[in-house]
């Protein structure tokens, strides 16, 4: 919806924005009741009748209102926080894919995570465990961070 919103705004922006200048003669006629008609020709019957062309010294291309800059700059601010979003997002399945990849190679038990037995065999230390503990930890919490990464909190 906001993205549909965005893309309205810009194609209004860009639509005021980029409107052919023409140099133009505007007339503005003063009626014999006192009332004052615009337009691209003098109205007929008209008391008095000014005549004034627009100032294109700037090449055809008007100026922003106020108005018009403000909601450029809305526009910009809310693309920028999305850009923001989405590289918050990138970076936890970044994060995910990583602890997931860790766990993964942490799965065989290291030299020192092994103890001889008296039968010649050998077991597996609390070590070992503890390890694969950190690991299975990092990754909820990797998923905990895509997760409100996702959400936008």
């Known amino acids: 919806m906001m993205t549909r ?15 052919p200048a023409v140099a133009q003669t505007l007339y503005k006629s003063t009626m014999p009741d006192g009332s004052v008609v615009y337009g691209d020709k003098p109205a007929p019957g008209a008391a008095k009748v000014e005549e004034t062309q627009p100032d294109v010294s700037k090449g055809g291309i008007g100026g922003t209102t106020t108005r018009e800059q403000e909601a450029l700059k809305e526009l910009e601010k809310a693309r920028l926080q999305r850009e923001g979003e989405q590289d918050k997002v990138r970076a936890a399945e970044q994060a995910l894919r990583n602890a997931e990849a860790a766990r993964d190679a942490g799965k ?6 092994r103890i001889g037995t008296a039968g010649g065999a050998s077991r597996i230390t609390d070590d070992y465990y503890a390890r694969q503990k950190k690991l299975d930890d990092a990754v ?3 998923r905990r961070e895509l997760d409100l990464a996702r959400s936008g909190k």
Not at 13 to 19: C, G
């Open 140 to 142: 909820e919490e990797a």
């Open 5 to 19: 919103i965005a893309a309205y705004g810009c194609c209004l922006a860009a639509a005021l924005l980029l409107q």
């Open 108 to 113: 065989e038990p290291l030299a020192s995570e």
